[in-house]
């Protein structure tokens, strides 16, 4: 049976120590109250309830999955009671507006909670994430009358959200929607359509039901500038805000999947729904954005959470397990053989897997600061700088984490051999709960893309100009750091890497429109290490200054650890640029018919 501890110290490390989130946050205003002893309480809470409620739900839920019966999906045993637990605790309204019913917390530490309860119980946590995304579309696009229906009880979790973009013909390509919205005499709409894969579409853990639907209005123009965005509710609430009626909306069926089995994938009816317009006519799917960006950082989390939890067991189980003598001599002559951790490829796995953990941590609560500054900065130019930070890395947490989270998952039930492989250890469901996110909310190859072909471009390549800017500052503080040097110069040489590619796919694209979309992959890899290298330059830098100051195996460890990364993580990107500079015409040259 696998188990899970938050890791709070680091948390801690990252937050108060290393970002220096306290200055940034209680500057802002409406968070001067928040305190370090807020913070620290907040994660110890969060953590008790995710280890010792929610996490030992994760391997009874993923063996009993969800089941359908009757349009009704019943959700794993004790995931009733876990719910309960989570909204009485407050834990859906934390980062949520207090006029809205929220505590108006730090969205920073929202995502630190994130990550322990991905951690704890992937398929879990995907109910209340989703349900925080519609509230955040629903919050920045409604009307004041739908925000005062809907809200307050989403807010407090009784009622869910959904996320309702795909149908059987439209996945990435969501400009094939056919979902239609008729208008009504009493301005709501009649909402026709059948949509699929819809996460917590039914359920049995609130009383309502709110979906977020994709749709055309008659005559729209064709592709994505015709779709409206709709709400339409599972039950219409009357005058006192309870569900009453019966919407036309009804599950056709569950899907039997991979991984992630404690979270319900429905097929969705719509017949003639009654839904109300959220934004503008024609406008929905920019409204959507505000909640599939939420989503895409809340499902990059999801690699961060599995990979920490497979690598917390995977160390315990090295720790243990008896096999072989270490190649300089027996390491503990009393026992039978010595263990694993002393084998150089186990450390490989295990360090690679903290490696990747610890930087994602860091450049998470750094993304997540930086979305509370594009909300509350007090100019317009800080609340855009950091705006354009966020809008720029999204992608790269998206794709890269779930990426790292894969391989990681696997590395770690390597470690247990054909333990890690056998139901009962765990691993194995690491790895299947890892793989959907790099699937899901835009594939990989799709935030890849997202990043070549949109955000190196908009504003004039504001975007990377600006992230550039600040790494290169970072390097030039550095640079009378002698002992830092060592850990500068392979940051340097990425960073320096990293500039040229990108003139150089930019060149590239304005002539052969296929170069971007064959780099795309790659260079998103090469963007995301560069940036890693990024933040464990800074947290190397900060240990050093801290390590003669007590908790000396910390910051120790973070050191050493950062040395593997720079070392052994970070040189990848050497292969990666030569990979994509060889250009497109290696992929593209073969005829269709020769594949
Ligand atoms: C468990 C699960 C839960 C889900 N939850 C939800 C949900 O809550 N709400 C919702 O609306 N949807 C949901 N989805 C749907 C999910 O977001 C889509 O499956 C995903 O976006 C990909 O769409 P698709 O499956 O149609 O693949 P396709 O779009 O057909 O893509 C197939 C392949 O082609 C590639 N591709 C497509 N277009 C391009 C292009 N232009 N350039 C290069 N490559 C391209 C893709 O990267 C992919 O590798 C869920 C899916 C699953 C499996």
Redesign the pocket.
């Known amino acids: 049976m696998p188990s899970y501890k938050a890791p709070i110290r680091d948390l801690q490390f990252v937050y108060h120590e290393l970002l220096e989130a306290d200055r940034t946050l209680t500057a802002l205003p409406g968070f001067e109250e928040t305190s370090p002893d807020l913070v620290d309480a907040i994660l110890e809470e969060g953590a008790k309830l995710f280890e010792q409620q929610i996490q030992p739900l994760n391997q009874s839920g993923d063996r009993q999955g969800c089941s359908f019966r009757n349009g009704e999906v019943a959700t794993p045993d004790g995931f009733r009671e876990a719910y309960r637990a989570y909204t009485e605790g407050g834990w859906c309204s934390l980062a949520v507006d207090p006029e809205l019913g929220g505590q108006g917390l730090p969205e920073t530490i929202s995502f630190m909670l994130e990550e322990m309860l991905t951690s704890a119980n992937v398929s879990f946590s995907l109910y209340p994430g989703?349900t925080r995304g519609a509230i955040s579309a629903i919050s920045s696009h409604a009307s004041d009358e739908l925000k005062a229906r809907y809200l307050p009880k989403m807010v407090e979790g009784v009622w869910s959200g959904?996320?309702?973009?795909?149908e059987s013909q439209?996945?990435?390509?969501l400009g094939l929607v056919r979902t239609k919205a008729e208008p009504r005499e009493d301005g709501s709409y009649g909402v026709t359509g059948t949509?699929?894969?819809?996460?917590?579409?039914e359920q049995d853990l609130t009383e309502n039901i709110i979906h977020l639907v994709l749709a055309r209005l008659p005559n729209a123009p064709p592709g994505v500038r015709g779709i409206s965005l709709f709400l339409v509710p599972k039950l219409l609430p009357d005058d006192h805000n309870e569900p009453a009626h019966r919407n036309g909306v009804n599950c056709g069926s569950i899907?039997q999947?991979m991984g992630?089995k404690g979270?319900s994938?429905c097929v969705i009816n719509f017949d003639n729904a009654q839904g109300f317009l959220i934004g503008p006519e024609n406008r929905g799917l920019a409204c959507m954005f505000t909640m599939m960006n939420a989503e895409r950082l809340a499902i990059g989390i999801q690699g961060l959470g599995l990979s920490e939890v497979a690598y917390q067991n995977a160390v315990a189980y090295a720790r243990e397990r008896l096999q072989s003598r270490a190649a300089t001599g027996s390491a503990a002559p009393e026992l039978s053989a010595d263990p694993l951790m002393v084998h150089p490829d186990i450390r490989r796995m295990l360090l690679t897997a903290r490696a990747y953990n610890e930087g994602a941590r860091a450049l998470a609560v750094w993304t997540a600061i930086n979305i509370d500054l594009s909300h509350r900065h007090p100019d317009i130019g800080g609340r855009t700088q950091a705006e354009d930070l966020v809008a720029l890395i999204t992608p790269v947490i998206k794709a890269f984490f779930s990426d790292f989270g894969y391989e990681t998952t696997t590395l770690c039930q390597q470690v247990l051999g054909g333990h890690g492989y056998i139901r009962e250890w765990g691993m194995e469901q690491f790895v299947r709960d890892a793989r959907?996110a790099q699937?899901?909310?835009?594939?990989?190859?799709?935030q890849a893309?997202d990043l070549v072909r949109r955000k190196l471009f908009i504003h004039g390549g504001r975007l990377p100009r600006r992230f550039f800017q600040l790494l290169t500052e970072f390097a030039e503080q550095q640079r009378d750091n002698l002992p830092l040097q060592p850990y500068i110069r392979p940051f340097i040489e990425a960073l320096n890497l990293l500039q040229e590619l990108t003139e150089w796919l930019v060149q590239q694209g304005a002539t052969d429109p296929n170069q971007l979309?064959a780099a795309a992959t790659d260079y998103l890899r090469i963007f995301a290490l560069t940036t890693f290298a990024w933040m464990w330059v800074r947290m190397v830098a900060v240990s050093q200054d801290k390590q003669a100051g007590g908790d000396e195996r910390f910051y120790r460890a973070k050191i050493q650890t950062g040395r593997f990364f720079l070392g052994r993580l970070l040189p990848q990107i050497q292969g990666l640029n030569l990979a994509i500079r060889s250009g497109s015409e290696l992929m593209m040259a073969m005829p269709e018919a020769d594949f």
Do not use: H, P, Q, R
């Not at 949509?195 to 579409?201: L, P, Q, R």
């Not at 699937?439 to 799709?446: D, P």
């Open positions: 989703l959904t996320m309702c973009l795909t439209a996945g990435t390509d949509k699929i894969f819809i996460t917590g579409g899907e999947k992630i979270s994938t959907i699937i899901y909310e835009g594939t990989n190859g799709v893309l979309g």
